[in-house]
């Protein structure tokens, strides 16, 4: 079911590269030879492998052209059952045919795995979508849930598709824990500043540094093909945006307190604009 009914659908999604698989059993035919037998017949081991081999190969005879059609001639010697298998001609013995199952017990069987999968104390085969470089993470993992939410309508009564880690909700709490931090900051740096300057209006002012910046950001990160994850946005320090805006804001308060003090009356609008613009040079 894994391997060539689910493995297939979800390679087809956008954005993604492979399916492994790990957890329950490959199907093989087994074939387990009577060594006594074998060697009553003057029969080996190679022999066996020899005649399964040349009586499960599909050969093309061609085509026949008639009444200006042509049609394709094909040999189907595909063995697709255990008693196609048991019919098998090994050799011969004084015009005898010797028969896969004369010398040898064939069921089927599992081929030996090298690991295991299990969900709630209980066996399964667990599939790992795997993502293309450069893929946007959040819209390739809501492609695949959907896709596997499509694909639990056709699966036969008894079997079953689960999700089990979704990629897309790490980056869905990721952005939320980000956007809270970012929220968080920046309630904290406009009571800081609040505390720090006296000034209710230079500190909101100075706060609106940080949406201004991660909006510039995120225009450089989305034109330079930059996802925004924990490595990027966390490069966003706060210490370092506000930094410059707090020295240049405070920088102003105090020129336009100092000039309020010489006029000794408060500044008219042109008048604190104009010592606003020539603060920062000072």
Known sequence: MQDWIIRPQIRNVPGIAGVDAIGG?????????????????????????????RNNVSTGAGY?????????????GRVTTVSELEQVVVTTREGTPILLRDV???TIG?????????????????????????????????????????????????IEATVVLDRGILVDATIKTVAKNLSEGALLVVVILFLMLGNIRAAIITA????????????????GGISANLMSLGALDFGLIVDGAVIITENSLRHLSERQHEKGRLLTLSERRRRSRTAPRR
């Open 208 to 223: 609106m540094v940080i949406p201004i910046t991660m909006l510039l950001t995120s225009f450089g990160m989305v034109r």
């Open 104 to 106: 040898a017990r064939v």
């Open 110 to 158: 599992q081929a030996p795995r090298t690991g295991s999968a299990s969900g709630n104390g209980q066996e399964m085969v667990v599939g790992t979508a795997l993502m293309l470089i450069g893929e946007n993470s959040r819209t390739v993992a809501a492609a695949v849930h959907a896709k596997v939410d499509e694909l639990k309508r056709t699966l036969p009564i008894g």
């Open 64 to 76: 026949v052209e008639r009444g200006g059609e042509g049609t394709v001639v094909r040999s189907g």
């Open 25 to 53: 059993y490959t199907k093989q035919y087994v074939v387990q030879p009577d060594p006594g037998r074998l060697i009553a017949l003057g029969l080996s081991f190679s022999d066996l492998a020899t005649a399964i081999e």
